[in-house]
């Protein structure tokens, strides 16, 4: 029987430093390597007919399962039998590769292990910046100079510019592994300091969003909208959940692994406001809310959510010149994010007396230091703090 198996490969424990390959039993070259940061990855080691010695990554866990990357190791392995060398092929493919063909390359690992609004965020980042600045490139060619002036260019928006860094310097990192490059050219360039937001609505504005959805025409997904503020879930989380993940007798929300930031099965408790919206959701589909096309679920709020910000009056109004001479138009811009609807979540837990451990257990948290970065307390209950100060009340009274 093969040792690398499922439960074998999450049991994995990461080394101090570095990594460690771990052989299977049954199928020869076949391992899986864990390194110290806790990734997984399986590989093909193979020899050449010519007697050179190969070592392939087929893919990494859990977007890979083990039975998955067995049967492919088993496929490359009649391949290699017959003159083939999978890691000829791919450099070979890659060879004289400009930025737009990593970026390709990058983008079809991506999809098999990021998460839907990354990806996107992603795409993005590829379409709008990297490749109308460096698609032509050559990937040899990027110096860390070239990283330096897209960075800079971007300087009036800190978080995006470093974002756009981050991006690069994954790509050049797998660049590294399929032997493009030697040297990853972001390292070294320096991240601008970034302004944490803390954006959490008050209890009138909460209100204000309330009264909008109420009158927003979608009213799906405007229930989409209430499942978010009265869950403190992820947008994806609602976006793409299932009917079969709801116990409602129980008031249960079972999260998969595959759903979650963390990559655990969550059990998560349904509030009264929560239960009251799934209640009510039409059952049109297995996903709570349907995408337009059949089997798939709805993957962007964004169009519904700046209208009812609109509505609530939590969106300002600019005049800017059109693209027609002489014209203006109306862009309405909103600080105010789907994600801060997380961060109004746990801060008003805590302000009203709920422990970081626990809302850190509602919201799926590990570490109490990622809830603590979530749980801004309001003025009135560090009020009601300051005021419990025993001089303080002796001079009071």
């Known amino acids: 029987m093969p040792s ?5 490969v999450k ?13 299977d039993d049954v199928n020869r070259g076949f391992g899986v390597r864990i390194n110290a940061n806790g990734t997984r990855s399986f590989y093909l080691i193979y020899t050449t007919v010519d007697g050179r010695e190969r070592r392939f990554k087929i893919g990494e866990w859990p977007a890979m399962s083990a039975d998955e990357a067995r049967n492919q190791a088993l496929t490359l392995r009649e391949e290699i039998r017959k003159g083939g060398d999978p890691v000829s092929e791919r450099e070979a493919a ?12 990058y983008m079809k690992v991506a999809e098999k292990k990021l998460r839907p609004g990354t990806l996107r965020n992603d795409r993005g980042l590829l379409k ?13 060619a990027v110096t860390r100079r070239d990283v330096e002036r897209l960075h800079a260019s971007l300087r009036s928006t800190p978080a995006h510019a470093n974002r756009v860094l981050a991006l690069l310097s994954t790509m050049f990192n797998h660049a590294i592994d399929w032997k493009l490059v030697e040297g990853n050219p972001v390292k070294g360039v320096q991240r601008y300091e970034e302004t944490k937001r803390e954006t959490w609505l008050s209890l009138e504005q909460l209100q204000a969003l309330e009264s909008a959805l109420a009158k927003y025409p979608d009213q799906v997904a405007a229930d989409a909208l209430r499942l978010l503020i ?20 129980r008031g249960v929300w079972t999260k998969p692994s595959h759903h979650t930031k963390q990559k655990k099965t969550e059990h998560v408790p349904l509030n009264r406001a929560a239960m009251a919206i799934l209640s009510s959701l039409p059952r049109t589909s297995r996903f709570l809310f349907p ?15 700046a209208q009812v910000l609109r509505s609530a009056g939590l969106a300002t109004a600019t ?79």
């Not at 890659?94 to 390359?105: C, K, M, P, Q, V």
């Not at 709008?128 to 040899?140: D, R, W, Y």
């Not at 879930?233 to 007798?249: G, I, N, P, Y």
């Not at 257990?361 to 560090?382: C, I």
């Open 319 to 397: 005049i800017v010149p059109s693209k027609r001479k002489g014209m203006t138009k109306t862009v309405w811009r909103s600080s105010v994010r789907v994600h801060d609807l997380r961060h109004s979540f746990a801060s008003h837990l805590v302000s009203g007396g709920a422990s970081l451990y626990l809302v850190g257990k509602l919201l799926g948290h590990v570490r109490p230091e990622t809830t603590a970065r979530y749980a801004h307390a309001s003025d009135q209950a560090l009020r009601d703090v300051t005021n419990a100060f025993p001089l303080l009340s002796a001079q009071v009274n």
């Open 11 to 23: 049991s994995l424990k990461p080394p101090e430093s570095g990594y460690k390959l771990h052989g």
């Open 230 to 249: 009265v869950t403190g879930s992820r947008e994806m989380e609602v976006l793409s959940a299932t009917w079969d993940q709801f116990d409602l007798k």
């Open 4 to 8: 690398i198996t499922e439960r074998f």
């Open 94 to 105: 890659l060879h004289g590769a400009t930025i737009s063909d990593l970026a390709s390359e």
């Open 128 to 140: 709008n910046i990297i490749e109308p600045k460096l698609g032509k490139m050559m990937v040899k």
């Open 291 to 305: 995408g337009a096309k059949p089997n798939e679920h709805r993957v962007v709020i964004r169009k519904p959510w």
